[in-house]
């Protein structure tokens, strides 16, 4: 069975030795008492919570999955799912980052990220519970009027219920545009709601005593497309208006998915036969107070990807290091064991710094991520606010997209590492792959992340956001200038932004003649923009590596390795990435239909 160890001493050196976050957050009256020791208690007791509660599961659940009992529609989890869960609202973890107005401990977001980082790594399946029932507190919080956040918010606070989000239909995923469920107003003021949704992540299970669905669903005279959605809020029980739980409500699993991975969680088909609903904002508005949910299970995504990788990255280590196999190429490396270790071999050290590179890397944008997010949400200074909210609607595809395309890689070449014992299952590392490829899938595939990112983040604003962060690009590489220890890490960044700027430029002025070049370049770009990023990230966390690697503690020569491994052997793929996105949409769109 896989084991895990999480990553304390990554995190501490990410949010205090790179991000200064104690500092930043003191800027935020809401966050201004956090201090450090706090964070890291924080942490080290999740990290427990992980590795010791819920990382045991994670196979049972791979190979138990959820069973439906299809007479009561009641669906029962894998064996210590309901138990974890319990021990989870004990602990008060859903609460960490919520309002105190609610019950919440109002610890900021950034606190709360890594926490599901080592969820993930742990067992991403069961941490997809909590993690939708985030998402549905977070669209409430934001949209909900004052009777439904009463209603509503303390008990996804606590933890006593859950949430979910249902979007898609059987004939309609990304297009929501065609959704068909209705929503008929009733004299009471609430709706009745009608129609079916599927692969309803934690849809239905046993592990709370209320499900809080949020759904989307058209009025009677909504316009056509996604201009006439609206949102409603639709427990699996009704609830009085003392808050407490009344009838079964009208919603209800009508089926389990079997999946290629996940299998822990409940991905549910949901029937709604006339459920008792209260619409959430304005009607017709839908999609806007949705985004909200979308946009945090974006970023979750984000985490699970890598989640994935942090835990891949470690068995797989701890394999190179035990298992002998061979000789080395360049002489005997251990003369007292018939073979050498595999972790002598190049192959094998170029997967696994593949994986840690992005594994750290990507930990580094996350934790900066929501860092901004926290200043989005709590800053005085609207300044400020704005300019940290176009860097979060930026790098949002960015974290969903790059972190999980990572996440295939990185788990696949470290399920490589074991060789055969990759692909049997009692070791752990082929459930990770399988788990991993989900997330390049929902919450928007990554193609729609990456014509999210040019398309709207980019081209539609004349690259305003991606301005605001070339110039955080810009200002270290000046001040890095004449540093002759960086040059090895600011120079590529350097060129690398420059490109950037002028392959923008490239797409834009095509995009005017023909907008199927933005579908023809959008992947190559996001993925560019993501090394752009991550150059960004590796290059300052060198200097500090730089600056310490001297005292003796190998952590810090670890991270310059790293680093160096980074922009000699990943970042290199730009190029390519950019040539292929010039070559436009002609070799694809030029295929009569008939010709594949």
Request: charge should be negative; include cysteine; aromatic fraction near 8%.
């Amino acid at each position: 069975m896989a084991q895990y160890t999480p990553p304390l001493r990554d995190m501490q050196f990410v949010l205090h030795e790179l991000l200064n976050v104690v500092d930043e957050l003191k800027q935020l009256p809401a966050h201004a008492d956090v201090d450090a020791d706090t964070i890291n208690a924080v942490l080290e007791e999740g990290g427990k919570f992980a590795s010791q509660v819920i990382a045991p599961l994670n196979q049972i659940g791979d190979q138990e999955g959820c069973k439906l009992d299809k007479a009561t529609h009641e669906v029962t989890t894998a064996k210590g799912f309901k138990e974890a869960y319990l021990q989870y609202v004990e602990g008060g973890w859903p609460a960490l980052s919520c309002d105190p107005a609610f019950g919440g401990q109002g610890l900021p977001h950034v606190v709360n990220q890594c926490m599901y980082e080592m969820m993930n790594s742990a067992n991403q399946a069961w941490t997809m519970y909590p993690g939708l029932s985030h998402g549905a507190y977070e669209a409430l919080h934001a949209h909900g009027t004052d009777e439904q956040k009463k209603l509503y918010l303390p008990k996804l606070t606590s933890g006593q219920w859950t949430g979910t989000m249902c979007l898609t239909e059987p004939h309609c995923g990304t297009d929501l545009g065609l959704l068909r469920t209705k929503a008929e107003p009733q004299a009471d003021g609430t709706y009745k709601i009608t129609g079916n949704k599927i692969f309803i992540s934690a849809g239905e299970h046993d592990m709370s005593e209320n499900i809080v669905h949020l759904v989307l669903a058209r009025l009677p005279d909504a316009p056509q497309g996604s201009k006439g959605i609206s949102l409603f809020v639709v427990p699996k029980y009704n609830v009085t208006p003392e808050g407490k739980i009344g009838s079964r409500n009208g919603i209800y699993c009508g089926g389990l998915e079997h999946k290629m991975g996940i299998h822990g969680n409940a991905t549910a088909q949901m029937v709604l036969d006339g459920a008792v609903g209260t619409l959430v904002g304005e009607p017709n508005k839908g999609l806007a107070a949705m985004f909200v949910m979308m946009n945090a299970a974006r970023l979750g995504v984000g985490m699970q990807g890598l989640g994935l990788t942090e835990v891949a990255y470690q068995n797989a280590v701890a394999y190179a290091k035990d298992r002998i196999q061979m000789r080395s190429l360049s002489g005997v490396k251990a003369a007292d064991k018939p073979a050498d270790p595999i972790i002598v071999h190049p192959d094998v050290r170029k997967m696994l710094l593949t994986a840690r590179a992005y594994a750290e890397g990507g930990r580094a944008l996350s934790i900066w991520t929501t860092l901004l997010l926290d200043k989005e949400l709590s800053s005085e200074d609207e300044d400020e606010r704005k300019d940290a909210a176009d860097l979060v609607a930026l790098l949002t595809p960015i974290v969903k997209a790059f972190l999980t395309d990572n996440a295939w890689i990185s788990t696949s070449h470290c399920m490589q590492v074991f060789g055969g014992h990759g692909y049997i299952a009692e070791w752990g590392m082929e459930q990770f792959v399988r788990d991993a490829r989900i997330n390049m899938i929902y919450e928007g595939t990554n193609t729609i992340q990456s014509l999210d990112l040019l398309g709207r983040k980019v081209l539609a604003d004349n690259g305003a956001k991606l301005k605001k962060f070339g110039k955080i690009v810009r200002d270290f590489v000046e001040e890095e200038g004449t540093n002759e220890a960086m040059q090895e890490f600011v120079n590529p960044l350097a060129e690398l932004g420059e490109k950037v700027t002028k392959l923008t430029t490239e797409i834009g002025m095509k995009a005017f003649q023909n907008p199927d070049e933005v579908g023809a370049a959008a992947v190559d770009y996001l993925r560019v923009c993501g090394h752009l990023v991550f150059g960004y990230f590796w290059a300052r966390m060198a200097k500090i590596a730089l600056a310490k690697v001297d005292g003796g503690d190998p952590f810090y020569k670890a991270k310059l390795h790293t680093a160096r491994f980074y922009f000699a052997k990943l970042l290199p793929e730009t190029a390519t990435l950019i040539r292929t996105a010039r070559a436009g949409a002609k070799p694809m769109m030029d295929v009569e239909e008939s010709l594949f």
